[in-house]
């Protein structure tokens, strides 16, 4: 009986679903239905039926589903219309300052919308029992929903904030506390994101039961899974806890689908709609996060670094004095005009018109008259000229019909219709590059490992002109305007702790990894599946550890395997060398560690250097890690330990700061061990131990390393 995961996306418009196959990752089927906000169940019922279309129509039933998974924009909206709760906040501390971090008062979330707070506060040593019961009797005749407790060094010691929640819930509320947020200090940034948390929990309680009936009525036994802000899923269970972390996580689905579907390890992601472009950075096979804000203020909250431009399909065309001086951010949408390519068949006495299409627009937006009606001059248009868009493209357009209706601008111009598209496509890109340059070197992604890769409706009509103009690879994603939905069916569980410690020791590492091991294995994570990634920040004296892992997805069995030649050839197509010089040097389990020498050139081409560059192939083709100048060994379970002290002896460097050790990745089984983040040899053994001692003595193990 095959096995399935589902997807769904919940947008303003539309409510998408995907079902792929458990153990090939194929699509199966897509399907579209309009979002029933106005219907008595609301959103439910739009999800109810776009499931049982297509359980229906594809034959499964719904014992076959294994995974189910939902991405919902319910918190990220419920902050931007302040549809929020009021929350009453409990601080304990001991000092002035301490009073001042803790009342955050009421936070703006957007232009004219707050989140409103009440609070009370005591010294520590000053609280009891009847004080708290007293206290939050009161939060609740202000009017507060939930209760937040926070104390000054609760990320220690919480048993205050403990006492507060323990006695807020006996009462029958909502409560939650800072260092069930973070367990970071940062007293005031860690309780102004518990205060978001909570004041989120009685809506998304609502909607993730509501959401999760659903899913029982249709017969699904699996868990209902929410999509979060970081591109991983959580439990429903979860969501009910800490409602936040879903917060964005509609920018993080097709993030997810570029990382799961299409395989990027290192590149930019696009994903293109009518009237934006959200723009990510992918290195090493991981997605880049960073702190989340709301309104003006920083949170703890973990979210996907996505930047957001109003350039898209449907941006329109401003001109002045003879030629084209700006693209977007108004779209022909918002301004109630169709796109000039989108038309059945050439328009009739087409004449140039400038507009101001909202109040507050500048008069200066490029439209055409015509016979049949008023059009916009978009982005889809000069992209569909100038030959961007291939014919099975979601995107593509009739290109004679946009050919004329651009023959008035042309003539506007003094340019051919080529040459206007030309400087319409130029200015996108230029706008585009001013994020996506900085982002490249902001995160450090090496220039020669990226490609480009669009997704969305309209991913064909940027991303390829880009990838021409600023010389990288680019391509759009299989199935682009759905890969925001298969990002969330394909979508892995995912945890992350971040703690305060300063020089943490192996005792610290060891208590950080089993502590998420525990929270990702409770969410549904199969222990067997989990990846830890421990991080040491010395900078902010902060021990980090990120894990993911899978319910019940592996398509290394079902999938078909990539044979030897097949895998030389895919890392010769990304590191863009000769394919006779590219050689598979090792295999572990489903990893293989391909090189590929690299001819560099610098100073106009005067100096040529050879470098070896290696890549780590898994088995289906995804490519989890490229290094430059890296030296392996594979071994035996046995002796890893000699081999690890082998490449730490031979690729440290030394200087007046101490020993700084290499990079060290493992491979065995299907399995990746990063300890990049780590800065001792104590720290990476001590790791190293705890994920490899419990195989077999003889299992091989990869391990590889590189210079930091």
Not at 218 to 247: F, H, K, Y
Not at 319 to 326: E, L, Q, S, Y
Request: proline fraction near 3%; charged fraction near 25%; charge should be negative.
């Amino acid at each position: 009986m095959r096995k399935v995961r589902i997807g769904i996306d919940v947008g303003g418009t539309f409510t998408d679903a995907v079902v792929i196959d458990n153990q090939t990752g194929e699509v199966i089927a897509k399907a579209k239905r309009p979002t029933t906000h106005h219907h008595e169940d609301g959103v439910a019922q739009g999800i109810v039926e776009i499931i049982n279309e297509v359980l229906t129509n594809n034959n499964i039933s719904p014992e076959q589903v294994v995974f189910i998974a939902h991405g919902t924009t319910q918190a990220t909206n419920a902050l931007l219309e302040g549809d929020v709760a009021k929350v009453g906040i409990i601080g304990m501390g001991k000092s002035k300052a301490a009073f001042n971090e803790l009342n955050v008062k009421h936070i703006e979330l957007a232009p004219g919308k707050f989140l409103e707070t009440e609070f009370s506060y005591f010294d520590v040593d000053e609280i009891t029992k009847e004080k708290a019961e007293q206290a939050i009797n009161e939060l609740v005749a202000q009017g507060c929903e939930v209760i937040v407790a926070s104390e000054a060094y609760a990320v220690d010691d919480p048993h205050l904030e403990k006492l507060v929640t323990e006695l807020a819930r006996e009462k029958g509320l909502y409560a939650t506390s800072g260092h069930e947020i973070s367990q970071l200090y940062g007293l005031r940034m860690r309780t102004r994101t518990a205060v978001v948390n909570a004041s989120l929990i009685p809506k998304m309680i609502e909607t993730a039961n509501m959401t999760e009936q659903v899913v029982k009525r249709v017969g699904i036994p699996s868990e209902l899974m929410i999509m979060r802000a970081d591109g991983g899923v959580m439990s429903v269970n979860e969501v009910r806890q800490r409602p936040i972390l879903t917060m964005l996580s509609g920018l993080a689905a097709g993030v997810a689908g570029a990382l799961m579907y299409e395989k990027i390890s290192d590149g930019v992601f696009f994903e293109v709609g009518g009237t934006s472009i959200d723009i990510s950075v992918i290195k090493d096979g991981k997605v880049i996060v960073n702190n989340a804000q709301v309104g003006k203020h920083k949170t703890y909250l973990k979210a996907l670094d996505v930047r957001t431009l109003g350039i898209a399909g449907g941006s329109m065309i401003r001109i002045a004095g003879g030629k084209v001086i700006d693209v977007g951010p108004r779209s022909a949408h918002l301004a109630d005009k169709h796109y000039e390519c989108f038309v059945d068949a050439p328009v009739t006495n087409a004449k140039l018109k400038e507009i101001t299409p909202l109040p507050g627009d500048s008069p200066d937006h490029a439209i055409i008259t015509s016979d049949q009606g008023d059009y916009a001059y978009t982005l889809a248009g000069a992209a569909n000229i100038l030959g961007y868009v291939p014919e099975d493209d979601y995107a593509y357009a009739n290109v004679e019909a946009a050919r004329v209706a651009w023959q008035p601008l042309a003539e506007y111009c003094g340019k051919t219709v080529e040459e206007v598209a030309r400087d319409v496509m130029d200015i996108a890109c230029e706008k585009i590059w001013n994020i996506v340059g900085p982002m490249i070197k902001e995160y450090e992604v090496n220039p020669e490992y990226i490609e480009f890769v669009g997704g969305g409706g309209s991913a064909a009509i940027t991303t390829f002109a880009l990838g021409e103009k600023y010389g990288f690879k680019a391509k759009t994603a299989k199935n682009a305007p759905y890969i925001s939905t298969i990002g969330v069916a394909m979508a892995m569980v995912r945890e992350q702790i971040e703690r305060s410690v300063v020089d943490p020791s192996s005792s610290d590492i060891q208590k950080i990894r089993a502590d998420i091991m525990d929270q990702i294995v409770a969410q549904g994570a199969k222990e067997e599946s989990v990846e830890i990634a421990i991080e040491v920040d010395k900078q902010r004296n902060i021990l980090i550890a990120t894990a993911t892992g899978a319910t019940e997805f592996s398509n290394d069995g079902g999938a078909e395997n990539l044979t030897e030649e097949a895998i030389t050839a895919k890392v010769a197509d990304v590191f863009s060398v000769d394919r006779k010089l590219v050689q598979a040097k090792a295999q572990s389990g489903a990893f293989h560690i391909v090189k590929a020498p690299k001819e560099s050139r610098k100073l106009f081409n005067l100096i040529r250097k050879t470098e070896e560059h290696y890549a780590v192939v898994k088995n289906d083709g995804m490519i989890p890690l490229k290094l430059k100048g890296a030296q392996f060994i594979k071994t035996a379970r046995s002796g890893y330990g000699d081999a690890l002290n082998n490449l730490v002896a031979q690729l440290s460097s030394y200087s007046d700061a101490g020993q700084t050790i290499p990079k060290v990745y493992a491979f065995t089984g299907s399995r990746m061990f990063d300890y990049s983040g780590l800065f001792s040899t104590d720290q990476l053994s001590s790791m190293m131990s705890m994920d490899l001692e419990h195989l077999d003595a003889q299992q091989d193990v990869l391990l590889v390393a590189a210079k930091k």
